[in-house]
């Protein structure tokens, strides 16, 4: 619907209705499948530059399965007692109802995936060229938004949580003393996404985003959650976390990183650490001042952060600059160096001669600040290995756009409980009923 961030025109679904060009909005047709029969279908769809591009563009097709070589989580494996469907007793009827998701691999499956299964997603991404979109949210209805948009691509997703989206998640009535509400926060919007994920039918990655070292203490008690729910669920409550060490002494970076990965491990969870600055500002953390030199990570960093993680397991991303601003800016403002990561990827697999993987591409990246970024470098960057592509200032807008031109169409509608222009004694309770505005 148009008040969260998708909506229909026609059997055209906008996920995102603006974009760098303002109202311009690209055409492509997706696969899809029939989940009933699992045949594909194709339907025209529209959407913004940033999350058309970041799923279905790149140099393959997203419903091509190519085998081979397969990363491997390193975790003993253990079977899950059961869904949260059926331990909630809502289980999942008709088209949801799948053990495992079409055209990828046979380990991922609607729901939250963690461990082996995100490994084959991400990796699958890797092989066929393109990258899965990760929103930042903060409510439920936005969470819905996002299952409810992969669900009509036939898509995997990423749902991500900030600190402060966290905090705003759990309540701004609760104390945050110690990161309690964001951690409350973040553990109640994880809930939400794996009873909704099922119900979507779709495969969620669940993730947090940047964590400076300051706040560290709020990873750690979501990271305590996690190996709590493992022992009874046999997979962690997230899929991932990102610690941003970023502004400190690259030592020091990897350092806390292996500390981190090193306890990730054994549940099986995914780690994305930084290397170099996200210029611009979001969740409070303004950057718009930062070097320039530091929006630009070397192939020498990233190979050292690559040869100190990968001993202790192969469940790492990496978030390396190429001049990435969080926001949207002006043309001209910004200026993107995918070929850094290229560059990286050559340097790395001289480094491991025969034993680099034969695409060449032994890091996967991400790529932060998506929102506004130029179509042909989105491009560019997924056929250097990008992976994930974080998105929030455009489903910002969208959100904020939704109920802006909602209040304007309805405005003399809103102005009182009662008397509009068809009459004085006229109520106005259906205009505001936030429960029914669907149905406009």
């Not at 989940?35 to 025209?44: A, D, F, G, M, V």
């Not at 160096?337 to 890091?363: C, F, H, M, N, W």
């Amino acid at each position: 619907d148009t008040h969260l961030n998708s909506s229909f025109e026609g059997d055209k679904l906008i996920i995102i209705n603006r974009c760098q060009e303002g109202s311009h909005r690209l055409h492509r047709s997706l696969p899809q499948v029939d989940r009933r029969r699992e045949t594909p279908i194709t339907s025209k769809m529209k959407f913004s530059a940033a999350l058309f591009a970041s799923i279905v563009l790149g140099s393959g097709a997203a419903d091509a399965f190519t085998a081979g070589v397969r990363r491997t989580a390193k975790v003993s494996p253990v079977s899950l007692k059961e869904t949260i469907s059926e331990e909630l007793g809502t289980p999942c009827e008709d088209e949801c109802a799948m053990d495992s998701f079409p055209n990828m691999p046979a380990s991922v499956h609607p729901g939250v995936v963690t461990g082996q299964a995100m490994l084959d997603l991400l990796d699958h991404a890797k092989e066929n060229g393109y990258a899965i979109p990760a929103v930042n949210c903060v409510s439920s209805s936005g969470i819905n938004a996002c299952l409810e948009a992969a669900r009509k691509n036939d898509a995997p997703i990423i749902i991500q949580f900030s600190s402060g989206g966290s905090q705003f998640y759990g309540g701004k009535g609760l104390s945050n003393k110690n990161y309690a509400a964001a951690i409350a926060g973040a553990i109640s919007g994880a809930f939400h996404v794996r009873t909704m994920a099922e119900q979507y039918g779709v495969p969620v990655i669940l993730h947090t985003d940047h964590c400076a070292k300051k706040l560290l203490p709020w990873v750690d008690g979501l990271l305590a959650a996690s190996e709590r729910y493992h022992a009874k669920h046999g997979e962690p409550l997230f899929s991932s976390h990102m610690i941003d060490l970023s502004e400190e002494p690259i030592e020091e970076n990897i350092d806390i990183c292996k500390d981190y990965l090193t306890r990730f491990a054994k549940i099986g969870m995914l780690l994305e650490m930084e290397l170099g600055i996200t210029g611009g500002e979001e969740d409070g953390v303004n950057n718009e001042d930062v070097a320039i030199e530091d929006l630009y990570s070397k192939p020498e960093e990233i190979f050292q952060v690559y040869d100190a993680l990968t001993p202790i397991s192969n469940m790492f991303t990496v978030a390396a600059a190429f001049g990435n601003v969080h926001g949207v800016y002006s043309p001209g403002n910004v200026r993107l160096e995918p070929k850094i990561l290229t560059r990286a990827q050559a340097y790395i697999s001289e480094k491991l001669g025969d034993k680099a993987p034969a695409d060449k591409k032994p890091v996967s990246f991400v790529f932060h600040g998506g929102s506004g970024s130029d179509v042909s470098d989105i491009q560019e960057a997924i056929g250097y290995g990008v992976i994930k592509m974080n998105i929030d200032t455009d489903t910002q807008w969208s959100y904020w756009e939704g109920i802006k031109n909602f209040e304007k169409k309805w405005h003399d509608y809103l102005q009182e409980q009662i008397g509009n222009p068809e009459g004085a004694d006229k109520p106005n309770k259906k205009y505001y009923d936030v429960s029914i505005l669907h149905t406009f």
